[in-house]
């Protein structure tokens, strides 16, 4: 799961990498405003809500730390020096997939139909890390989806 979690950034870096590749910069640029629009609107809604994340507000809730292989241990090493109580909602881990997503089904739909399991299942992990409330989730998907229709127009 914590691989799950990790894989949100290589999203955006396989389309528009993809689409630099096959030299469709139109549709590198609208990929690359998608997700910076779905970014921007989730950061406005974190400054006025900050909500503090499960890992902290349920910590008395949970019976021990995650259990997990290489990738657990490099998160825990990470985060134990740089864990952010705030800015929960929306997931922006969410919002930046949502709208690389969104952009490969504009763009290249065959990759979108291989990136629709692997963002689900980040999805989940976002919530079984303890990062994020299921809200958080569906926050995000909604700022990643408004990025994408901000920046198409549609």
Same mark, same amino acid.
């Given at each position: 799961m914590q691989f799950a979690y990790l894989t949100y950034f290589t999203y955006l870096l396989v389309v528009g990498g993809?689409? +630099?590749?096959?030299? *469709? $910069?139109r549709g590198y640029w609208s990929v690359m405003t998608y997700s910076a629009a779905g970014y921007a609107i989730g950061y406005v809604i974190a400054i006025f809500f900050p909500?503090? $994340? =499960?890992?902290? $507000?349920? %910590?008395?809730?949970? !019976? /021990? =730390?995650?259990?997990? /292989? =290489?990738?657990? %241990? %490099?998160?825990?090493?990470?985060e134990h020096f740089g864990r952010v109580r705030g800015a929960a909602f929306p997931s922006e881990h969410v919002a930046g997939s949502v709208a690389a997503l969104w952009g490969a089904w504009r763009h290249r739909r065959w990759l979108s139909w291989v990136m629709v399991p692997l963002v689900a299942c980040m999805c989940v %992990?976002?919530?079984? /890390?303890?990062? !994020? +409330?299921?809200? *958080?989730?569906f926050g995000g998907m909604v700022t990643g989806t408004l990025g994408y229709v901000m920046a198409t127009g549609s």
């Open positions: 993809i689409l +630099y590749y096959r030299r *469709d $910069s909500i503090e $994340s =499960p890992w902290f $507000s349920m %910590a008395g809730v949970w !019976h /021990g =730390p995650l259990q997990g /292989g =290489p990738f657990t %241990a %490099a998160i825990n090493f990470i %992990a976002t919530v079984w /890390g303890r990062y !994020h +409330y299921v809200v *958080d989730v």
